[in-house]
């Protein structure tokens, strides 16, 4: 069964940190890009960080997220996460990650469209 499941979230401080995970199952990880997506409350998901394929692994950071939240792959583990730094109130919502259809492209993008597996969401709760 495909499958992403996320999990990490919850309340944190402004200021702080947590670190979002996400595996897969059902395929092998590592040859499709995956993406993180943010969706505040009342609002559409956006995409906001990325990281490619075995063909390149580069990584993608929409500008708000830039010089505070980095992306890491342990394929080993089937896993993606996402590290955030410096969390801000705006920074609250729920999280998910999602695999880009495409295969082995070596690139990766924040826009939601080539997006066809999503997990359930794991919420983050910035406040004091």
């Known amino acids: 069964q495909l499958q992403l499941v996320e999990s990490g979230g919850g309340l944190v401080q402004p200021g702080g940190s947590l670190r979002l995970s996400c595996v897969a199952s059902g395929f092998t990880l590592d040859q499709y890009p995956i993406g993180w997506f943010h969706q505040a409350p009342g609002k559409e998901p956006e995409g906001v960080a990325c990281?490619?394929?075995?063909?390149?692994?580069?990584?993608k950071l929409a500008d708000s997220v830039k010089g505070r939240f980095t992306l890491s792959r342990d394929n080993s583990k089937q896993l993606v996460y996402l590290q955030m730094n410096s969390l801000k109130p705006e920074d609250t919502g729920v999280y998910y990650c999602?695999?880009?259809?495409?295969?082995?492209?070596?690139?990766?993008?924040?826009?939601?469209?080539?997006?066809?597996?999503w997990g359930q969401g794991t919420q983050v709760t910035v406040s004091s």
């Open positions: 999602a695999r880009d259809w495409r295969l082995n492209v070596g690139i990766c993008t924040t826009v939601e469209g080539p997006y066809d597996l």
């Open positions: 990281i490619s394929d075995r063909g390149g692994y580069m990584t």
